[in-house]
């Protein structure tokens, strides 16, 4: 298996674009996960999918950011306008039946 | 507000000599993880251990848990420059399936 993929690695963009992150879970992993990390905040979960169905977004930060799940093998996170303060590294994980989470290797993230 | 806080926050040592980090938590917990993040990387998972479990070992790592003062360790034996990363405990609430991430513990290991 090639674990979580993600894409792209590095995203380079102006404020107000738009920007969307992709992501494949590893195949039979039924909980999918996108988390953002910075050095002030650590790492925030943003949302979280159950069988492609969005169980909780509270951590999702503004109406500007929002994720799908359209399939059990991709899924997106969108972020329309982007602003600096989104700069960061977001990373996707799926869940093992065990419990244990899987991570990509993360998209880093700058608005300039 | 993050559930687990590991200490220490910084942790450097000589290769061959052992590291212990240490994870305190604040609410009830079904399982609580470790995971080991290299620079620039995703996080890696290393191991789990169950509320009802006390000790875990995986090769040169070793977990303990003590549900009762609501805290974890780390332990690394023989340590390389390898192991040289950060490295963070996880928990979840009951009942709930997300974990909540602590801060980590930056390790060096110098040769």
């Known amino acids: 298996d090639a674990g979580v993929i993600q894409s792209p690695r590095h995203e380079v963009t102006e404020m107000g674009q738009e920007v969307t992150l992709r992501c494949k879970p590893i195949s039979g992993h039924d909980y999918l996960f996108w988390y953002r990390q910075t050095m002030m905040r650590g790492l925030e979960l943003l949302i979280y999918f159950n069988n492609n169905v969005p169980i909780d977004d509270s951590g999702m930060p503004e109406d500007r950011f929002s994720a799908k799940m359209p399939n059990a093998s991709f899924s997106t996170l969108k972020i329309q306008p982007s602003e600096p303060r989104d700069s960061a590294v977001y990373f996707c994980?799926?869940?093992?039946?065990?419990?244990?989470?899987?991570f990509g290797p993360g998209t880093r993230l700058t608005v300039l | 507000s993050q559930q687990g806080e590991e200490d220490p926050q910084a942790l450097s040592i000589q290769e061959g000599e052992n590291a212990t980090m240490n994870c305190s938590y604040k609410t009830s917990i079904n399982n609580l993880q470790w995971y080991r993040q290299n620079s620039g990387r995703g996080l890696v998972h290393l191991i789990l251990i169950r509320s009802n479990e006390r000790e875990k070992h995986s090769g040169r790592l070793r977990v303990t848990l003590d549900t009762s003062k609501k805290s974890s360790s780390l332990l690394i034996t023989a340590s390389r420059a390898a192991d040289t990363a950060s490295y963070f405990c996880?928990?979840?609430?009951?009942?709930?399936?997300?974990?909540?991430f602590g801060t980590g513990t930056r390790l060096l290991v110098s040769p």
């Open positions: 994980a799926s869940r093992s039946p065990g419990g244990a989470q899987y």
């Open positions: 996880a928990t979840d609430g009951t009942g709930f399936q997300k974990l909540v």
